[in-house]
């Protein structure tokens, strides 16, 4: 089983860098989906915080919806998942969810976890 780092969003500001697309498989150009079946989705995410921004690229269950470029979001479950195969490594990440905020929500409640 592959090691999973859990992140904590807390105090970050989480916006949508690229809107949710299909993860297709390289080879075979079909859809992929996780272990329940549930298809996956990409999407690109900007946290900033007051040491910077950082850009990931997230995968995620379901599609996401009502997200679109700057959208601000709460993202439920963020894991980093560490990688390697032959002499390349990385880090992928993956959320249980990613949800669209209300209007007026972004700052730091962009980070707390949904309820």
């Known amino acids: 089983m592959a090691m999973r780092l ?5 105090g970050l500001t989480l916006l949508v860098g690229l809107a949710p697309e299909p993860v297709v498989d390289f ?17 690109q995410l900007v946290a900033l915080s007051s040491e910077g921004a950082e850009v990931i690229n997230v ?5 996401p919806k009502g997200l679109t470029l700057g959208t601000p979001v709460r993202v439920v479950g963020l894991v980093a998942l560490p990688w390697s ?14 949800e669209a905020l209300p209007a007026g929500a972004v700052g730091a409640s962009a980070g707390k976890p949904a309820a």
């Open 6 to 10: 859990p992140i904590d969003t807390t």
């Open 27 to 43: 080879e075979t150009r079909r859809p992929k989906a996780d272990e329940n079946g549930e298809p996956l989705f990409a999407l």
């Open 85 to 98: 195969m032959g002499e390349r490594s990385g880090v992928s990440f993956k959320a249980a969810r990613v």
């Open 59 to 63: 995968k995620v269950p379901g599609e």
